[in-house]
Each structure stands twice: as structure tokens, then as C-alpha cells.
């Protein structure tokens, strides 16, 4: 008996690691241009952004925390593909913007979360 309920245990594991829903993070955000990209973890502590191709432009995210405070992080080598990251350690992260070029440039829009921990 607990022989088929450890291997039917197993198999329903084994399923639910291969399904894509549950291979993705279920509370992290982000955005994604296509040129780069921006992700926060789910506890909403860390961040990253990632130059996704080798063309003239670098990318970078500004961010602020829940002490009001602003940030900015810019992929770790410039114009080339790379990522760099930063973590928020007494605060959490509540909005930010994938921007490109490594202090100036156009921004895309802001991207919230709720007071819920949610996208808003």
C-alpha cells in the first residue's frame, strides 16, 4: 500500500515539474522590450536587468523602494549582452522602469504594485 502511494506521489510530482505553469515563479514581475528586460523577485527584495542583445545601446532599471528611496542599475557590461542586479535589504521594491542607455535615454512606462503585493 505505501509503496503505490509513494510512486503515485512521484508521478504527480514529477508532472507538476514539468508543466510550464509550474516551472514559472507565481508571484515575481517584470517587463520585457525585446531589446531588454527587467525582473523582481517574488519577495520583491531583489532585481534584475538584462541587456538581451549585442547592439549599440545599453539598458538599464530605475527603481524605488518602500522608504522612498530611487535606484538605478544598469546592465553589468554596457552596450553587450549582460545582466546586473541589485537587492533592496530593509525595503521592498514598489515600482520601476526598463529604460534604455546607461544614464540617459527614453523609458518605457512605470510598472506598479499594488498595496496588495500585486500588479496594479
Same mark, same amino acid.
Given at each position: 500500500?505505501?509503496?503505490?502511494?509513494?510512486?503515485?506521489?512521484?508521478?504527480l510530482a514529477l508532472m507538476?515539474?514539468? /508543466?510550464?505553469?509550474?516551472?514559472?515563479?507565481?508571484?515575481?514581475?517584470?517587463?520585457?522590450?525585446?531589446?531588454? /528586460?527587467?525582473? @523582481? /523577485?517574488?519577495? !520583491?527584495?531583489?532585481?534584475?536587468?538584462?541587456?538581451?542583445? !549585442?547592439?549599440? !545601446?545599453?539598458?538599464?532599471?530605475?527603481?524605488?523602494?518602500?522608504?522612498?528611496?530611487?535606484?538605478?542599475?544598469?546592465?553589468?557590461?554596457?552596450?553587450?549582452?549582460?545582466?546586473?542586479?541589485?537587492?533592496?535589504?530593509?525595503?521592498?521594491?514598489?515600482?520601476?522602469?526598463?529604460?534604455?542607455?546607461?544614464?540617459?535615454?527614453?523609458? !518605457?512606462?512605470?510598472?506598479? @504594485? /499594488?498595496?496588495?503585493?500585486?500588479?496594479?
Open positions: 500500500m505505501f509503496a503505490r502511494t509513494g510512486v503515485a506521489a512521484a508521478a507538476l515539474a514539468s /508543466s510550464p505553469a509550474a516551472a514559472q515563479p507565481l508571484d515575481g514581475w517584470g517587463d520585457d522590450a525585446g531589446w531588454g /528586460s527587467v525582473t @523582481v /523577485s517574488a519577495d !520583491r527584495k531583489h532585481i534584475t536587468v538584462c541587456d538581451l542583445s !549585442r547592439d549599440s !545601446r545599453a539598458v538599464r532599471v530605475e527603481y524605488a523602494t518602500t522608504y522612498l528611496q530611487q535606484w538605478t542599475v544598469v546592465d553589468a557590461n554596457g552596450p553587450r549582452w549582460g545582466c546586473g542586479t541589485d537587492s533592496a535589504f530593509l525595503s521592498r521594491i514598489t515600482v520601476f522602469k526598463l529604460c534604455e542607455g546607461a544614464k540617459y535615454g527614453s523609458c !518605457r512606462p512605470s510598472v506598479w @504594485v /499594488s498595496r496588495a503585493g500585486t500588479l496594479g
